[in-house]
């Protein structure tokens, strides 16, 4: 690992306002890591979440995986009366930035008082260059990098408010990470393929070629009349084996341990505490 704020001083040390410098700024980035000096050891760096604090909400794509779309119509917290179990269109919701936690952190079970914690592994779009009005063919030249996040929910708040900020939104709900891959190192991401597993168990594995809406379909549709910004979050939502399409329902509790895995992106890890 190579310790920028010493091998390039004048970068900025927020994330996001690296991104915004774009492409020239990434080069320089390749540059000191090729040079390999300032290195630190893996063992000595504690590991946060790609952006720590976003600028703004995450926005998140519900119901985007065809198999999650039907096991969540069915598992009888799906309060959008009278929606069919697949979207026509994506359903966009977010969660707040103080949600964000980082990988090995703990997901704070006792803030959910209804018992009813569920998992949901899920690859996320970091934008790069922003814009309004993108077109879903040039939708890729604006995706800096990809990384992971668990849309840790809590699944009776969300059912019972009938929407699903506040169910999603709690400290500790948006564990992400471990790394932010940059676009040009993944070609092709529909090949990506996602596992979670729940204390070794393997419940979720799917590949992003299952999403119902692309990539670029969810970069038009938000972007069409919402300012996408460098640094941006698009989490494009969850397959099949969330805890909820079980019966009974597999919340999880204090002591478990989930993970999710895309390669190259790596794990994600959090324990259940509370």
């Known amino acids: 690992m190579v310790d920028l704020a010493a091998a390039v001083p004048d970068l900025p040390r927020d994330m996001t306002a690296l991104i915004a410098l774009g492409p020239s700024m990434l080069q320089r980035v390749r540059d000191a890591a090729r040079a390999g000096e300032n290195g630190l050891s893996a063992a000595d760096i504690n590991v946060l979440a790609p952006i720590p604090r976003p600028t703004r909400n995450v926005f998140c794509v519900g119901k985007n995986y ?12 799906d309060a959008t ?3 069919s ?28 008082s209804t018992d009813s914690l569920d ?20 939708a890729y030249g604006h995706v800096f990098g990809y990384t ?12 019972r408010h009938k929407q699903w900020f506040l169910g999603k939104s709690f400290d500790g709900f948006c564990p992400m990470g471990p790394t932010l891959v940059t676009a040009d190192q993944i070609p092709d991401v529909t090949a990506l393929r996602l596992v979670t597993r729940v204390n070794g168990e393997i419940r979720q594995d799917a590949t ?4 119902i809406f692309d990539i670029p379909v969810l970069i038009e549709t938000i972007s069409a009349g919402i300012t996408l910004e460098p640094g941006d979050i698009i989490a494009t ?28 992106i790596g794990e994600l890890k959090n324990s259940v505490e509370g």
């Open 148 to 159: 992971l996040i668990n849309d840790v929910t809590a699944r009776n708040l969300q059912s």
């Open 66 to 77: 065809h198999e999650h779309a039907k096991e969540f119509h069915s598992s009888g917290f």
């Open 208 to 211: 992003l070629a299952d999403l």
């Open 81 to 83: 009366a009278g929606a």
């Open 237 to 264: 939502g969850t397959p099949e084996g969330v805890g909820i399409g079980f019966d009974p329902p597999r919340f999880l509790k204090s002591g478990d341990e989930v993970a999710i895995t895309i390669e190259p």
């Open 85 to 112: 179990a697949v979207p026509d269109v994506p359903i966009i919701f977010t969660k707040a930035p103080s949600s964000v936690i980082g990988p090995g952190q703990a997901i704070p079970a006792s803030l959910d």
């Open 119 to 138: 998992y949901e592994g899920e690859l996320a779009v970091v934008i790069g260059e922003g814009g309004r009005g993108i077109r879903a063919e040039d």
